[in-house]
C-alpha cells in the first residue's frame, strides 16, 4: 500500500510550533507494523489478512454516525492533553498557556471520548481537569470513561469517614503513595493558610481516622469470603500492611503531616463529591463504556458477566449499575465484575473472558473492543483475544510513565474512528499514521484467496491470532 495514498481524512495539525512531541505526516497500512502495530503476530502479513478478514467478513461492522476521537490514559498531563488535541485535528494552538486554543470545523462535527484514567502518575490531576472542562464549555463534545485509578481515588477519598465499616476502611490507604501527589496538589493549593487545619483533630486522632483499626484484620476475611477467595483476600492483607508503610513514608519524605493529608482528603470530597464542587462534574458524568456501532470502548477489558448483562439489557442499562454500584455498595462493587473491567489484563486473578462472552459481544454487533489500561511504547495495536478484536490504545502519554520507560517529555495520541469505515492510530512515538481499513482487507483477502483457490471458512471464537 502506498503511504500517502492510505489516508483519506489526515488530520489538519494546527499550532505544532507550541507542541513538543513530533506528530506523524504520512500513513501506511495498520498492519505494516508488525509487532508494533499487531499482537501475536503470526508469521506473514498474508496470514494476518486471513485472520482479521474472516473475523470482518463474518458480519457487516456499523461504524460512528460521526468522528470519535478516542484519547486515554492521559494520567494528569495536561501538556499530553493539548498535544492529542492537536494530533486529532480538534484545535489550533495559539500559545503555550493552556487557554490558548480555538476550535477547529472539526471540533464541532465529532466527539471526544477520553478513555479513563485521569488520575495519578502525572504532574496535575485539577490542571487537567480544568483543562477538559474548559473544552467542553468552548463547545466541544465530551465524554468521559472511567479508569481504575480515577474510580480507585474516588472510593479511597470517600472511605475517610470515620464510620469504620470494615468493608471498606481499608480503601484509602489502599490507594497508595499515588495518592499522595493529589493530596498535596490539594493542600498546596487549597490549605495553604494555617487557619485551614482549624477544626482538624490531632495527629492521632487522622491516622485512626485514615488507616483501618486493628479489628479490621479480623473482620475483614468473615466480611469478604462471600465475595473474595481465600487465595485474593490473603493478597489483599498483605498488602495492605505493605501500603500502609509505604504511604506513611512517602508523606513522611515530603513533608505532609497525617494533619494535613486528612484536611486534603474532606477537601477533596468538598471539590469532587458534593454537588457544587469544582469538580462535581467528573464524577456525575463518569461511564464504565460507550458504544458506537460495532466498537465498545472500555477502559480496560471485558469478561464474561459483563458480556452477558450487556446482552440482556444495554449499555445505558451498564452505565446505571455502574454509577449506583460504585455510590452505594462500592464494595461489592469494587471486587465484582463491574470493577473487573477497569483493571483486567486477562490474568488468573482476573474474571474469565471466554469465546463464551465473545459470541454473545458478536450475535450484539460488537465486533471490535476499544481499550487502554496496559500502556504501549510504539503507538496502538490491533490485538485479537479469543476471536475479539482489540484496540488498545494506551500509547504511554503522561511524561512520568515515558519517563521510566525510557521515553523523552509527554506525549501525543489520539485514535480516530471515522464515519466511512476507517481507523487512524496518531502517535508521535511511531512514524507513521497506522490506518485500518476492514472493506480494504476484506478485498485484499478475497483477491488472496481466490488466486489461492481456497474456499472460505468460519473462524471460531476461540481463534487467536
Known sequence: MKQRAAIKHIPDYQGQRWLQPKLPAQGESWL???HHSFAKETAKQAARIEVLGQLIEQAPWKWPKRPLYFICDLHADTEAFHASLVASGLIRKTGTRDKDYKLTKAARKGR???GGDCFDKGPSVLRLLRSIHRLKKRGAKISVLAGNHDI?????????DGNHDPRIEHFFVRMGPKAIPLLKEIAEEYLKDSYRLRGIPKTRECRQRLFPSKKWFDEFPMRAEWMMPEAGINKEMHRLKEKVQQFTQGCEDIGLSLRTVYAAALKFQEIFLHPKGEFAWFYRKLRLAHR?????????GLNDHICRLITDHDICYLNRQFRHDAWNDPFAFYYGSLA????TKYRPVDMPFTPYGVDLMHRKGIHALVHGHRNLLHGQRIMLRKGMINFECDTSLDRNTRSKEGL???GASVTIFRPEGQVLGISNDYPNIKVFEPQALVKKRRKARKAAGKHHKPIRGNRTA
Not at 152 to 160: E, L, Y
Not at 340 to 343: A, G, M, S, V
Request: hydrophobic share 50%; proline share 0%.
Open 152 to 160: 480507585r481515588t474516588m472510593i479511597g477519598m470517600r472511605a475517610v
Open 32 to 34: 505494516l507494523g508488525k
Open 292 to 300: 458506537e456501532g460495532a466498537f465498545l470502548f472500555i477502559h480496560a
Open 112 to 114: 471526544i471520548l477520553i
Open 340 to 343: 473487573n473491567t477497569l483493571r
Open 408 to 410: 523523552t517529555g509527554h
